[in-house]
């Protein structure tokens, strides 16, 4: 059974900083590309930054430079460390997993990041 467990969202102030995890169980999850969405009330979900199996990274262009992904393959985790954060990144974050062979993903239940004073 797939499991892609987030954590480390909750409540911050703008310019404040959160750590997100998303810890996987029951993949290969060295060959996963591992991304983070986000879907706020209203809007679309959306990419946030993606790492792939090589480490290659990608990033909205709205949190290039604010936000870093990575992975830690021993863990099975991804993280994604959030700075200098902005009211309009009140969201609820979600985890990804995508397998390009086989191109099947799966999905974290999302974990909610309100940034507000």
């Known amino acids: 059974q797939v499991q892609l467990v987030e954590s480390g969202g909750g409540l911050v102030q703008p310019g404040g900083s959160l750590r997100l995890s998303c810890a996987a169980s029951?993949?290969?999850?060295?060959?996963?590309?591992m991304g983070w969405y986000r879907q706020a009330p209203g809007k679309q979900r959306e990419l946030v930054a993606a790492i792939t199996a090589g480490t290659s990274t990608n990033y909205a262009d709205s949190v290039k430079g604010r936000f870093t992904i990575s992975r830690d393959n021993a863990k099975n985790t991804v993280y994604l460390q959030m700075n200098s954060l902005k009211p309009e990144d009140t969201a609820v974050y979600y985890c990804n997993a995508w397998n390009s062979l086989v191109r099947r993903d799966y999905w974290g239940q999302g974990t909610q990041v309100t940034v507000s004073s």
């Open positions: 029951g993949i290969s999850f060295s060959i996963y590309t």
